[in-house]
């Protein structure tokens, strides 16, 4: 035998004791075996969107028999909760929901006398997965970390796909919640009337003669439409009535006011507490009318992704015969799109407020210039075309885009494309601005600075 086989014998004989003495591969599992709640005695544990939106999806999810608590709105508490429990150098979004769920449970255990055992045994969260160019895809597995720190090792996580919608596949944690499209259909009902109602309380609530009379007003609207998921009622009727009731506000439309276009990563820009400094509050307080971007928008990109890679696959090679998953894929989607805006346009007229779903297909053509297109992380080219859209239709006075410190999908493009965008369009009154759950002066001190810009621009 040569030198060369035997050194390659040895080789080989070494690889394979080291691998017979390596540890074993770490695998997220609870060490000891815990015998779980039956599903009808399971307590579903959710949140993450506007608290409107949160409490409506409580309300739907109830009404198909799950025993469903919308968690409260993240605060600062439970910022340093993530903090505490999570791994370092996560951004923003991540530290606040997952120290809202870990908080949540040691408030169960420390101020209301269940024991962990209990809690993990009865309690399970409902959160969405799925990958992208940020922390997004491990968030899942931030949860668990900071849940075995806390003492809740073994706490049971379901996820289903953000980007598959109604079509989830069977890579389903759990088997306790019935992920069909009745789940999806209902909580996309009420994801949509939560957006319109917060969409209407944005338009009114600068004009508003008595303060406080718009959110009195929204209170009473989710309490109609949260009874009328529960007890079965019609969704239109109701949008009829909430109309009356907000009708009832008293309005000055008169009043000049600087609108304020808020973009940015989809977390940062959604919240309305601590998460982004109350940041629409503090705009309505110095005089601006907020023009958010609700969740409908993120839907709507959803679809368009998913039928612009449905179309690219139709000129592979494979797909030069006839494809019936591609032609039953075109259909899907395409009544699941015609569906989302049929609704819409129906709530929307029946809830009498001024609101249109984006043009996705001309969003894109507006961005195709400064960003890729196929790149559909995050918020995709969204919030590139919603600034050039602002700009060229006057849409707004001022376009803010808010991300977490360090996040590095929107970081690239507020930070990095947007320096294009307004270098095209000076005219452009743009501000990028950073959350880091502190440094809200120097957050607020910006603001204030491209608002009183705004407000030129309005004088003028």
């Not at 019609?234 to 808020?262: F, Q």
């Not at 709530?347 to 961005?367: E, N, Q, S, V, W």
Request: proline letters at 4%.
């Amino acid at each position: 035998m040569s030198v060369c086989n035997n050194v390659k014998i040895d080789q080989q004989s070494s690889e394979l004791n080291y691998l017979r003495q390596a540890p074993k591969q770490w695998c997220e599992s609870s060490e000891k075996p815990i015998t779980y709640a039956p599903k009808e005695e399971t307590i579903f544990l959710s949140g993450g969107l506007t608290l409107l939106q949160d409490r409506l999806i409580e309300a739907a999810l109830r009404s198909l028999g799950y025993n469903f608590i919308a968690l409260p709105e993240p605060d600062f508490d439970a910022f340093r909760t993530g903090k505490a429990y999570g791994n370092k150098a996560q951004c923003n979004p991540t530290y606040f929901t997952v120290g809202n769920l870990v908080k949540y449970l040691i408030d169960l255990r420390d101020k209301h006398g269940l024991d962990s055992e209990e809690i993990v045994r009865r309690y399970v969260y409902i959160t969405a997965g799925g990958c992208g160019p940020c922390r997004f895809g491990m968030y899942i597995t931030e949860y668990k970390k900071a849940l075995r720190d806390a003492g809740f090792e073994g706490f049971r996580i379901t996820s289903f796909d953000h980007e598959k919608g109604i079509f989830q596949g069977d890579a389903i944690e759990t088997q306790l919640i019935d992920y069909t499209p009745t789940f999806f259909i209902r909580l996309i009902k009420a994801v949509v009337i939560g957006d319109l109602l917060n969409i209407a309380g944005y338009q009114m609530r600068p004009y508003e003669t008595t303060e406080g009379a718009t959110d009195a007003a929204l209170t009473q609207c989710r309490k109609l439409f949260s009874d009328a998921f529960l007890r079965g009622k019609s969704l239109p009727l109701t949008l009829l009535k909430a109309r009356k009731l907000l009708k009832k506000v008293p309005l000055d439309r008169s009043l000049k006011k600087p609108k304020v276009m808020i973009t940015g990563e989809f977390w940062a820009s959604l919240t309305e507490g601590d998460g982004n400094y109350g940041l629409y509050r503090f705009l309505e307080s110095e005089g601006a009318e907020c023009i958010p971007q609700p969740v409908l928008n993120r839907l709507m990109l959803s679809i368009w992704e998913a039928k612009e890679a449905n179309e690219k696959q139709k000129d592979l090679p494979s797909h030069k015969t006839i494809d019936f998953s591609y032609a039953k894929k075109r259909f899907l989607i395409g009544l699941a799109q015609k569906a989302v805006i049929w609704h819409v346009n129906l709530y929307t007229k029946l809830l009498g407020i001024d609101y249109r779903l984006p043009d996705m297909d001309k969003l894109a053509r507006l961005a195709e210039q400064y960003f890729t297109l196929e790149c559909n992380g995050g918020e995709g080219h969204l919030e590139v075309a919603h600034l050039i859209e602002a700009v060229k239709e006057n849409l707004a006075h001022l376009v803010i885009s808010v991300k977490p410190f360090g996040c590095m999908p929107s970081s690239g493009v507020s930070d990095g494309v947007q320096s294009l965008v307004t270098a095209h369009f000076p005219e452009a009154n743009f501000l990028a601005v950073e959350t880091s759950g502190e440094g809200a002066a120097n957050f607020y001190s910006r603001v204030q600075m491209a608002l009183f810009k705004a407000k030129e621009k309005l004088s003028k």
